[in-house]
């Protein structure tokens, strides 16, 4: 019987050791979250409940009913430009003189 009740008391005890230190290892990862959420800066292709609120309605008003967006994501690349570039340079009418 005693054998059995000193077992029990370690037990007791290394329980005991353990469930503190999960009590501190929950109070870390906290802090540490904390740190991480408070240090990593939104990200840069973020796109704020605003402008997508603007986007549905300029979509809305384009296509005449309520639109159902499921992506809006930011792309920048120099494709875009050169598109423009190349929509402007095709609007000048070029008139070519021969025998002149």
Sequence with gaps: MAKKQEALELIAERLGTLLDRLDKLDERMARL???VKAAAPPPADAVSEELALVIA???????????????IRLLGSAAWAQQGRVSIQ?????VLQHGV
Aim: proline share 4%.
């Design 33 to 35: 979250e904390q740190e």
């Design 57 to 71: 309605a300029a979509v809305a008003a384009y296509l005449g009913k309520r639109p159902r967006i499921r992506q």
């Design 90 to 94: 095709a609007s000048h009418g070029i």
